[in-house]
């Protein structure tokens, strides 16, 4: 995988985003900070700009705050007010401050699924993958100075990181799809484990990289996907070998007593547990 072949395929384009009228601003007393952002949108909408989504709004308010001031002196007062909202809305469009964080996954999500995928199914796997990630960090441009601070307040953080697992997730089994990988079957979740594991890696390197060429974040994504390619390998080997111990193991199951607590049909839903 070489920088200039990947850089041929993705010219870069720094997509600001759109920006509500800041909280900090003077306004006059009759004027709520909610009209204030309102006439703000409407005003950019007409100037050719796209009209952010209440949702979109809280994202990106929260990303210009956050990459001025520290992850933990942010509340969400100080969200609503810059978004132009007031806290009743904020409250219904997300739980928590780190909702709203997640809430840009689904943004990055977004801007990669709708660019043009075209002709990548008729590259191999890996540039396939290479691709993708790198539509991912391109997406994520914008909004560097603000990852960069969150980054470093969450990693004294367990409970938070493995909730953002989560999210990661659900974000990068759409990202296989994209790369056109399968995530279902017995190594699905392997792969999309691994995946999130490996982007995080590169992640902390292109926080880093001030290069716009990023040529220190391509040859890290490109070692951790040789790196996933290696581990998938093992597992299908391991999973080959140990089948005759699975096949036991399921006749074994099938011979045991079947459960009696769904002899009044009172079974839970088995679609609760995906």
């Known amino acids: 995988m070489t920088d200039s072949r990947a850089s041929s395929k993705r010219p870069r384009k720094g997509a600001t985003p759109a920006k509500a009228s800041s909280a900090h601003e003077s306004v006059a007393p009759a004027a709520s900070a909610h009209d204030e952002a309102v006439q ?18 809280a994202v990106e308010a929260l990303m210009r705050l956050a990459a001025e001031q520290p992850w933990n002196d ?44 075209a002709g990548l199914e008729e590259e191999p796997t890996r540039e396939r993958l ?29 409970l938070s990181m493995l909730a953002m697992n989560g999210v990661m997730l659900n974000s990068h089994r759409y990202m296989l799809a ?17 995946v999130v594991i490996a982007f995080a890696r590169v992640t902390q390197v ?4 001030d290069d716009p060429a990023l040529a220190r974040t391509m040859a890290r994504l490109d070692k951790e996907i040789r790196n996933g ?46």
């Open 206 to 209: 292109w926080l880093d990289d």
């Open 40 to 57: 703000s949108i409407d005003a950019a909408s007409k100037d050719g700009e796209p009209k952010l989504s209440p949702r979109e709004a």
């Open 74 to 117: 942010i509340e969400v007062s100080d969200i609503a007010r810059e978004a132009g909202l007031t806290l009743a809305e904020l409250r219904d469009l997300f739980p928590s401050k780190g909702a709203v964080l997640g809430g840009l996954t689904r943004i990055i999500d977004r801007k990669v699924l709708e660019g043009d995928l």
């Open 229 to 274: 390619e290696r581990i998938m390998e093992r597992a299908e080997d391991v999973r080959r070998l140990t089948a005759p111990l699975r096949a036991l193991g399921r006749s074994f199951l099938e011979r045991r007593p079947r459960d009696r607590r769904g002899r009044d049909g009172d079974e839970s839903d088995p679609a609760a547990a995906i």
């Open 178 to 194: 994209a790369a056109g990988i399968d995530t279902e079957g017995p190594l699905g979740q392997l792969k999309l484990q691994g």
């Open 130 to 158: 290479f691709d993708v990630l790198m539509r991912r960090l391109d997406a994520m441009e914008p909004y560097k100075p603000a990852l960069r601070r969150i980054a470093y307040a969450l990693r004294g953080e367990p």
